[in-house]
């Protein structure tokens, strides 16, 4: 009897600790998308979302201001795997937005998976129709290592 419940015990142990180790979504931390931009972010009461953002790329020469970076600003679910959207103003004059999800690998890795919106400026109003891109992205925790390509200095934000 002891030595089952034993058994039932480890069973139930194994199954379940990994979970509890992999824990929720934290998205404090670093994190870099596909075109190698670094997002530096912040939990601010388990709803706000408040950081630094240095993009890698611009629809536009100057578009993100000279020194391509900008204060990001969202809002997050709670939850083990968040749903969020956060955004930037750049000084060139345009606004990313991002909604996305903070998911779980099973290797206990986390990854933003993002659709973003680029709306640049435009001169007028013929100009409106091409004003706005779509595109998918995904951002994956750097975890202290400073990306390829880009200073350290750049990366303190
Ligand atoms: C999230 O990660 C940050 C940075 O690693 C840490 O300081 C913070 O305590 C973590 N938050 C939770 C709820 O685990």
């Not at 379940?16 to 404090?28: D, H, K």
């Not at 020469?61 to 930037?88: H, L, Q, W, Y």
């Not at 993002?114 to 435009?122: E, G, H, M, Y």
Request: proline share 3%.
């Amino acid at each position: 009897m002891e030595r089952r419940i034993f058994a039932i015990s480890l069973f139930l142990v194994a199954f379940f600790a990994p979970g509890i180790l992999a824990g929720v979504c934290n998205m404090t931390g670093l994190w870099r998308n596909d075109l190698g931009s670094v997002l530096n972010l912040n939990e601010i009461e388990n709803y706000k979302l408040k950081g630094k953002f240095l993009t890698a790329v611009e629809a536009a020469k100057g578009e993100a201001g000279s020194d391509r970076r900008a204060r990001v600003i969202g809002i997050k679910n709670n939850g083990k795997e968040p749903t969020f959207s956060m955004s930037v103003a750049w000084d060139g004059g345009s606004i990313t937005s991002w909604v996305g999800q903070c998911l779980m690998l099973e290797d206990g890795q986390q990854i933003l998976r993002t659709t973003w919106l680029l709306r640049s400026p435009a001169t007028n109003l013929l100009e409106d129709w091409k004003s706005t891109r779509i595109g998918q992205d995904t951002f994956r925790q750097i975890n202290g290592d400073i990306p390829q390509g880009i200073h350290q200095k750049s990366v303190n934000l």
